[in-house]
């Protein structure tokens, strides 16, 4: 994409109609506003949209439902928001994936980056490596030595081809210089769930997806995906520790429909910001390594675009390519 097509993209991602032709309502919102959540319940997307959007109902006294349409990396319910009215009525939790499409897919249902309007980031994402217990393997020197001594045979999961447990695992594979099989799954719940069952042997995923497991010992945390190691996890090594300059954090954040107007967004972007500085909602969410995280909706744009560059690279060090 050239610099004027971005310019262009970066226009459509934050700009509004606020011409005469719409009044905003005297107390937006009226009635309530549907969330999609393009991932399945239990997942981390989930959870974020879950404990932020229960505040915002307290804060503005209006529901705020939750409405989970996985599959398809986030596609299908993308496409339900980019096609909605944009009223302020329908909007969206989505991460770093709605980006990362752009360049999986030959041909998606709506522009990423045109079909949206940004309205903030909700948390910092970092992941966790782990494992089934039945793997020998205790840190990342023990995983990256197993994925040499059987090549092609380690089975790690995904929320599905693009999501970030997959682009993470393949730019760690790169940078160890291991090859490993990818399982995609509907969400990132039914990939932890399948390597509790034995399905696959890894993942790396965001911990809000583990969290529940590893105290009871289904499952074996390895490492985190940040540069150094979390303060909520400070005995957990960082993967660079071993891996020297790995770094895969993500984030998640709220999306409307182009066009949406800018007093609506505005408002939203105001509430959120409330929401995840709520002491008790930003406690709930740091415990799972979900760092509260809010941008305007020009510093989000920014961001955007800014990762739609960088994981075109990811996404080619990953080999993966849908038609």
Same mark, same amino acid.
């Given at each position: ?10 226009? !459509? ?13 005297? +107390?937006?919102?009226?009635?309530? &506003? ?6 399945? +319940? ?41 096609? *909605? ?13 709605? &980006? ?7 041909? %998606?249902?709506?522009?990423? @980056? ?49 999501? *970030?447990? #997959?682009?993470?695992?393949? &730019? %760690? ?8 099989? #990818?399982?995609?799954?509907? !969400?990132?719940? @039914? ?25 009871? !010992? ?52 105001? /509430? ?12 709930? @969410? ?7 995280? #809010?941008?305007?909706? /020009? ?11 960088? @994981? ?12």
């Amino acid at each position: 994409m050239n610099t004027t097509r971005k310019l262009g993209a970066c226009v !459509g991602i934050i700009a509004c109609a606020c011409g005469t032709a719409w009044a905003q309502p005297a +107390a937006y919102p009226a009635r309530p &506003v549907r969330v999609v959540v393009v991932f399945p +319940a239990g997942g981390a997307t989930d959870i974020v949209a879950r404990f932020v959007f229960q505040k915002m109902s307290e804060q503005i006294g209006q529901q705020f439902p939750i409405d989970n349409r996985g599959g398809a990396g986030g596609i299908i319910g993308a496409e339900i928001v980019a096609k *909605s009215p944009p009223d302020g009525y329908t909007i969206m939790v989505y991460s770093q994936t709605l &980006v990362a499409n752009a360049h999986l897919y030959r041909k %998606l249902p709506y522009d990423p @980056l045109k079909d949206f309007t940004g309205v903030s980031t909700l948390t910092r994402l970092v992941l966790m490596l782990a494992v089934h217990p039945a793997l020998p393997v205790r840190n990342t020197r023990d995983f990256i030595g197993l994925a040499k001594a059987r090549p092609g045979e380690l089975l790690y999961g995904s929320a599905g081809i693009g999501a *970030s447990q #997959h682009l993470s695992m393949s &730019v %760690l594979a790169n940078m160890a210089g291991v090859k490993m099989n #990818h399982v995609p799954y509907k !969400g990132g719940t @039914l990939a932890v769930q399948a390597m509790i069952a034995g399905e696959i042997q890894a993942i790396l995923t965001p911990v809000a997806e583990v969290y529940p497991h590893l105290k009871s !010992g289904r499952l074996r945390p390895i490492a985190v995906s940040s540069p150094q190691r979390t303060t909520q996890f400070p005995d957990v090594p960082a993967i660079a520790e071993t891996v020297k300059g790995y770094d895969f954090t993500s984030w998640f954040g709220v999306f409307s429909p182009a066009a949406t107007p800018r007093p609506v967004v505005d408002k939203l972007n105001a /509430e959120l910001k409330k929401a995840v500085a709520d002491p008790d909602v930003a406690a709930k @969410l740091s415990a799972q390594t979900l760092d509260p995280m #809010h941008l305007s909706p /020009e510093a989000f744009a920014k961001l955007i675009l800014s990762d739609y560059d960088r @994981l075109r690279s990811v996404v080619k060090m990953s080999g993966a390519r849908i038609e």
